[in-house]
Each structure stands twice: as C-alpha cells, then as structure tokens.
C-alpha cells in the first residue's frame, strides 16, 4: 500500500483497529521507534536454518570477462546465475545497461555457449511465468532481467548474481537482489559492477560489500539518504524535524517511554490540550507533526 492508501485505510473508522505491520526489509531501529513507536516491536534478526553467507564484491567494468568465465565453470558444476540490468532497454538519456539489448549481445557473442533466458517487466504476466518456471527447471543457465526479480524469486541453484550498474540501485534493492542467490547448498556470489567515481554511490556499494546484515545496511542507508517523509507522501529524503535527529536512538527510546507513561496517566490528554489537538490533527491526515 502506498502512503495515502494506508491513511485512508486508517480512517475508515472512528475506532482503532487491531494492527500488524509485517515488513521484510530490514528497518533501522531508530527509524522504527519513529514510526511505529506506540507498536510492540518484534525482530527477526537471523537467517533461515542452514543459509551459507554470500560473498559480495565490487567490480570495474572492465572485468567483466573475469566474470563471465567464472560464470561458465558455475554452469559446469549444474548451477544457474542472474543478471540485471537498470533497463528494460536502451535510452538516449541513460548511459547505463539495458536487459534486452545486453541479453541479444550475451546471446550472440561472451555468453554463447550458455543457454540465456530474458525477463523484464514489459512482458506479460503468462510470459513472465513461463520463463520463470522454465529457469527453476534449469532449462536455462542465465536469467538476463530487470529489477522485476527483486522479492517473489527463489531458485536455490543459483549461486552468482552480476548487478550491472549497482549505482544505480539503492542500498536496499540491491540487499533484496543479493537474496536471490544464496537459497540453497551452494556458496553463492554477488558481483557489483560499477564505474562510478561518485563518492556517495561507492560508499554505498562497499557498505554492501562489506556486510550481508540487513539492519546495519538499513542504518547505513537512513544515513546516506535519509528516510523520506515518512508522516506525508515524500519517498526519499531528510525529514522536516524541526529537533530530532533520526540516528540519536537514545534519545528516542527516551522520547517514547517518556509518551507511553504520558499516556498511562493520561490517555486522553485531558491535561494537555493542545497536545491533543495536535495529535487529532495527525490522526485526521491533516497536521504537520514536529
């Protein structure tokens, strides 16, 4: 759902209904004491039973044949491999990869001894199943696609993902590709390839090199590009706190303990009457909160 989506979902009656907010993508702790802070928290920090930790590196683009011959030893031990790319297909104004035109090029020329599939958004619903399903019948060795693999995908043959472009892509959807290898017995491969020379797009591709934990990943990206504006409808960037700092999580957890005992004595904020109002105003969608 999307943020006015769930606001109206919120007020289609006067009372409170029971709620549970399930997310599995990892959330900082002090962006969650924000916004979900009069919830009770539950955690699941630990991967499934038997997860061996994929290894992740950053590349230059012109190592990419490195890659593509690593590739082909995987293929003959029997395991399979993604690759993405930014686009569907080329643009004018994008100097970046495309799926279609990578995937005829792959096809034809670095890749040709492997069977090559494509998948990409563009397609329909009953092609996109076809190929899927074909790939987790190891019909094909390489999945050419978009970011349309990101969640929903679990092919536990597959151990390399190449991420073309990885500046591209925010901290959390490249954490998500990295999920889809890994699933099974084998050790698993990550490779982000980039050329960038952007100094906050490579700290972003070494904070994913460095860790495969979600909640840290998460922490780095409040830090790098803020959480949005999480009480309206802005996606992407700093707050409009007029005091607090997302990253002083002791401050926070003081700040709720402090309201959740307010409201043990006071529930209806009967002592604090423009607080009420304030908070009325939230509840109805309609007041800037700070």
């Given at each position: 759902?999307?943020?006015?989506?769930?606001?109206?979902?919120?007020?289609?009656?006067?009372?409170?209904?029971?709620?549970?907010?399930?997310?599995?993508?990892?959330?900082?702790?002090?962006?969650?004491?924000?916004?979900?802070?009069?919830?009770?928290?539950?955690?699941?920090?630990?991967m499934p039973p038997g997860r061996i930790p994929i290894q992740t590196k950053l590349f230059h683009p012109s190592?990419?044949?490195?890659?593509?011959?690593?590739?082909?030893?995987?293929?003959?031990?029997?395991?399979?491999?993604?690759?993405?790319?930014?686009?569907?297909?080329?643009?004018?104004?994008?100097?970046?990869?495309?799926?279609?035109?990578?995937?005829?090029?792959?096809?034809?020329?670095?890749?040709?001894?492997?069977?090559?599939?494509?998948?990409?958004?563009?397609?329909?619903?009953?092609?996109?199943?076809?190929?899927?399903?074909?790939?987790?019948?190891?019909?094909?060795?390489?999945?050419?696609?978009?970011?349309?693999?990101?969640?929903?995908?679990?092919?536990?043959?597959?151990?390399?993902?190449?991420?073309?472009?990885?500046?591209?892509?925010?901290?959390?959807?490249?954490?998500?590709?990295?999920?889809?290898?890994?699933?099974?017995?084998?050790?698993?491969?990550?490779?982000?390839?980039?050329?960038?020379?952007?100094?906050t797009s490579l700290e972003r591709l070494r904070a994913l090199e460095a860790t495969t934990n979600g909640f840290?990943?998460?922490?780095?990206?409040?830090?790098?590009?803020?959480?949005?504006?999480?009480?309206?409808?802005?996606?992407?960037?700093?707050?409009?706190?007029?005091?607090?700092h997302l990253s002083d999580l002791a401050t926070l957890t003081l700040a709720r303990e402090a309201a959740q005992?307010?409201?043990?004595?006071?529930?209806?904020?009967?002592?604090?009457?423009?607080?009420?109002?304030?908070?009325?105003?939230?509840?109805?969608?309609?007041?800037?909160?700070?």
């Open positions: 759902f999307g943020v006015e989506q769930r606001g109206a979902l919120r007020t289609r009656s006067e009372a409170q209904p029971h709620l549970l907010v399930m997310s599995a993508t990892p959330i900082p702790r002090s962006l969650a004491l924000t916004i979900y802070g009069d919830l009770d928290l539950s955690i699941i920090d630990e190592e990419r044949e490195r890659l593509y011959s690593f590739m082909r030893r995987e293929a003959k031990e029997g395991r399979q491999a993604f690759i993405i790319y930014p686009l569907v297909e080329e643009s004018d104004k994008l100097d970046v990869g495309a799926a279609v035109e990578a995937y005829e090029r792959l096809s034809k020329d670095a890749l040709s001894d492997l069977r090559l599939a494509l998948l990409h958004g563009r397609m329909s619903g009953s092609e996109k199943d076809e190929v899927m399903r074909a790939f987790a019948d190891r019909q094909y060795d390489v999945l050419v696609s978009t970011s349309v693999i990101e969640v929903g995908i679990d092919i536990p043959n597959a151990s390399l993902i190449m991420i073309e472009d990885a500046d591209r892509f925010g901290l959390a959807q490249l954490h998500q590709f990295r999920g889809r290898v890994g699933r099974g017995q084998h050790k698993s491969y990550c490779a982000l390839i980039s050329g960038s020379e952007n100094a840290v990943l998460a922490e780095k990206d409040l830090s790098l590009r803020g959480p949005g504006d999480f009480l309206g409808t802005r996606q992407s960037g700093l707050p409009n706190l007029h005091i607090a005992e307010l409201f043990e004595q006071d529930p209806q904020l009967d002592r604090y009457p423009q607080l009420a109002k304030q908070v009325s105003r939230f509840w109805r969608g309609q007041g800037d909160v700070n």
